[in-house]
């Protein structure tokens, strides 16, 4: 079996009286697809937020193999392995594909970019650009300004990026929010073929997406777990049925 990649123990984030995220057990292991779904306000966003550093806990902890992150910030989390997407695109839009791709490179080096520079003098951080573009398939549009690439083209470029730093765990917040059919078939296709080792955390509304991509999937109600297991156990919970009715099909 596997090593557990990431543990929450129960983990909670208050907002005065609105309890977001109240009492959040979770265990991931390593290399494992989790989809994390829920009606509109259910804590999802949180969670991330929670798990990537960017709001603090109110309590509980949060284990990355084992180490106690919970206290660490952002910076530190994605030093030890914890990549991250949003639910709005995070690119510089006046920038081409491969300036926001040597940003990524260098952000995780905690080197200066001098965008005076030529991009062939950066030579390892482009190296490191080079490779992650041509392996996705986006070298051939490095030279396009962010906002000439269509929105799924943008996504996946995102889904890109957060993997410039070789996460061991990757955080993906409705990366197909916004997309065609069409598109939504590319960035899922992209997802179930990241790398085995990577653990994908999965936040999606479109149901045919999280069930086609996740091996087990955690449903969120009012912040709190309200059913866990395989694609199939989920479908059949009567609980999550009742909280779906009218808001889409399972």
Same mark, same amino acid.
């Given at each position: 079996?596997?090593?557990?990649?990431?543990?929450?123990?129960?983990?909670?984030?208050?907002?005065?009286?609105?309890?977001?995220?109240?009492?959040?057990?979770?265990?991931?292991?390593?290399?494992?697809?989790?989809?994390?779904?829920?009606?509109?306000?259910?804590?999802?966003?949180?969670?991330?937020?929670?798990?990537?550093?960017? +709001?603090? &806990?109110? %309590? *509980? !902890?949060?284990? #990355?193999?084992?180490? @106690?992150?919970?206290?660490?910030?952002?910076?530190?989390?994605?030093?030890?392995?914890?990549?991250?997407?949003?639910?709005?695109?995070?690119?510089?839009?006046?920038?081409?594909?491969?300036?926001?791709?040597?940003?990524?490179?260098?952000?995780?080096?905690?080197?200066?970019?001098?965008?005076?520079?030529?991009?062939?003098?950066?030579?390892?951080?482009?190296?490191?650009?080079?490779?992650?573009?041509?392996?996705?398939?986006?070298?051939?549009?490095?030279?396009?300004?962010?906002?000439?690439?269509?929105?799924?083209?943008?996504?996946?470029?995102?889904? +890109?990026? &957060?993997? %410039? *730093? !070789?996460?061991? #765990?990757?955080?993906? @917040?409705?990366?197909?929010?916004?997309?065609?059919?069409?598109?939504?078939?590319?960035?899922?296709?992209?997802?179930?073929?990241?790398?085995?080792?990577?653990?994908?955390?999965?936040?999606?509304?479109?149901?045919?997406?999280?069930?086609?991509?996740?091996?087990?999937?955690?449903?969120?109600?009012?912040?709190?777990?309200?059913?866990?297991?395989?694609?199939?156990?989920?479908?059949?919970?009567?609980?999550?049925?009742?909280?779906?009715?009218?808001?889409?099909?399972?």
């Amino acid at each position: 079996m596997s090593a557990v990649c990431l543990r929450t123990e129960q983990l909670r984030k208050h907002y005065g009286g609105l309890r977001a995220v109240d009492g959040v057990d979770l265990e991931v292991r390593q290399g494992e697809r989790r989809a994390i779904i829920g009606p509109n306000g259910a804590g999802k966003t949180t969670l991330f937020h929670l798990l990537s550093g960017e +709001v603090p &806990a109110t %309590a *509980g !902890r949060i284990l #990355l193999f084992g180490q @106690d992150i919970t206290r660490l910030p952002s910076y530190r989390r994605t030093e030890l392995g914890i990549g991250r997407t949003y639910q709005v695109t995070n690119l510089f839009p006046r920038l081409t594909v491969l300036e926001n791709a040597l940003l990524a490179t260098f952000g995780l080096r905690r080197e200066k970019y001098d965008p005076f520079r030529p991009a062939s003098q950066h030579r390892q951080a482009l190296e490191d650009a080079r490779r992650l573009l041509e392996e996705f398939g986006l070298w051939e549009k490095r030279d396009w300004p962010i906002g000439s690439l269509s929105y799924g083209e943008q996504r996946q470029l995102e889904i +890109v990026l &957060a993997l %410039a *730093g !070789r996460p061991r #765990l990757l955080l993906l @917040d409705e990366p197909t929010a916004g997309l065609s059919p069409a598109e939504t078939q590319v960035v899922t296709r992209l997802v179930a073929g990241l790398d085995p080792q990577i653990t994908v955390l999965l936040i999606e509304h479109d149901m045919d997406v999280a069930f086609q991509v996740a091996q087990r999937v955690t449903v969120l109600h009012f912040g709190r777990v309200l059913a866990e297991g395989t694609v199939d156990e989920v479908r059949a919970n009567p609980e999550v049925q009742a909280i779906y009715l009218g808001v889409g099909e399972l």
